[in-house]
């Protein structure tokens, strides 16, 4: 049997810390293209801690949906 995976979208989600304060944000990106590298989510990533006044990229979660299809 053969197979057919058909990508959906892919999101990321960064999450961001205040180094002292404990403060935890973050922040969702829906939409993006099918396979970003993880060089690529990372800079997307410090350049959104670099908006913020003393935040630090923490970690970034990437989703993937797709589906696969059964060809008989």
């Known amino acids: ?13 960064y999450h961001f810390v205040q ?3 404990g403060t935890t ?3 969702r ?3 993006v293209i099918a396979n970003p590298s993880d060089e690529q989510v990372l800079a997307v990533g410090n350049a959104l ?4 006044e003393a935040t630090n990229l923490e970690s970034a979660e990437l989703t993937v949906r797709s589906t696969i299809l059964a060809n008989d």
């Open 1 to 13: 049997m053969q197979t057919k995976q058909n990508w959906l979208s892919t999101t990321v989600n």
């Open 49 to 52: 801690a670099n908006l913020g």
């Open 25 to 27: 944000r973050q922040q």
């Open 29 to 31: 990106l829906a939409n």
């Open 19 to 21: 180094p002292g304060t």
